[in-house]
Every structure is written in C-alpha cells, then in structure tokens.
C-alpha cells in the first residue's frame, strides 16, 4: 500500500492565503494571479531580465527593507525576472525590461516605473488613493 507524503497529497497552496498569512512572503509571478488579489491587497510587481539585474537588485532590496511599511499598505511582492517564461503577469503588464508597477486592490495599473523607486515615495504614491485614505480613516473595505 504506498501513501503520498503530505506535500504531494494537497494541493498548491494558495498565494493569498500565504500571503494573508505573512505579508512578508515575495511571490514569484509564475506563482500568482492578479486576479485573486483584487480587493485584497496591492500588487506591486518588479520586473527584470534576470534576477542579477542591478536595477531589480537595488529595487528588491529596497522593498524589503522596508517590507513591515508595505505591509500596512497591503501590498503583496511580487517578482518576475524571466522574459521567455511569459507569465500571465508579464503578458499582462508587457514591460520592456526592468519595470515596477503598482496595482491597486481595484485591479488597475497606479504606477509605472523603468527605474527603481525609494519605498517612501512608493507608500506616498499608495496613501494618496481614495481606497486608501478611506482604510487610513477606518472604513476599511
């Protein structure tokens, strides 16, 4: 009688879940659908051509740094440094190379960078959405 260990018996396991979990966790975009965020948190996808790119680099570090801020903020990490592995994400989004783009929980593109931002001006970009200033005042929806 052969039994599968636990891991092969389950299914994957969810991102969202995962990340409601641990807001700290970095997704890889293969990994996730945009979709299943939406009214949940705040994508913000960082692109490169490799994951030894500087610019993704200097951005991932940046990000995590300062992850417990982004964290307030709902925001999920997520990476992806393959351009011939076209993930939904990449197909979606199209960057031309090193890019970061913010998400909002409606759904739709806030922020389009091609070069690597600092986490406050980030948060700044995030506190000035209406969805935002509402969850700042209480009224989280």
Same mark, same amino acid.
């Given at each position: 009688?052969?039994?599968?260990?636990?891991?092969?018996?389950?299914?994957?396991?969810?991102?969202?879940?995962?990340?409601?979990? =641990?807001?700290?966790?970095?997704?890889?975009?293969?990994?996730?659908? @945009?979709? +299943?965020? #939406?009214?949940?948190? &705040? !994508?913000?996808?960082?692109?490169?051509?490799?994951?030894?790119?500087?610019?993704?680099?200097?951005?991932?570090?940046?990000?995590?740094?300062?992850?417990?801020?982004?964290?307030?903020? =709902?925001?999920?990490?997520?990476?992806?440094?393959?351009?011939?592995? @076209?993930? +939904?994400? #990449?197909?979606?989004? &199209? !960057?031309?190379?090193?890019?970061?783009?913010?998400?909002?929980?409606?759904?739709?593109?806030?922020?389009?960078?091609?070069?690597?931002?600092?986490?406050?001006?980030?948060?700044?970009?995030?506190?000035?959405?209406?969805?935002?200033?509402?969850?700042?005042?209480?009224?989280?929806?």
């Amino acid at each position: 009688l052969f039994v599968a260990p636990a891991a092969f018996a389950q299914d994957a396991p969810d991102p969202v879940a995962q990340w409601q979990d =641990d807001h700290t966790i970095v997704f890889e975009a293969r990994d996730v659908v @945009l979709a +299943d965020f #939406r009214w949940i948190a &705040r !994508p913000v996808v960082v692109f490169g051509e490799s994951p030894f790119e500087p610019q993704f680099q200097q951005q991932l570090e940046l990000l995590t740094a300062q992850i417990d801020e982004l964290a307030l903020r =709902d925001v999920v990490l997520i990476t992806d440094t393959d351009p011939d592995d @076209l993930s +939904d994400i #990449r197909r979606t989004l &199209r !960057p031309r190379a090193f890019m970061l783009a913010l998400i909002g929980k409606d759904g739709q593109i806030k922020l389009r960078t091609p070069h690597p931002i600092e986490v406050d001006a980030l948060n700044r970009h995030i506190d000035r959405m209406p969805m935002r200033k509402r969850e700042m005042r209480g009224g989280q929806d």
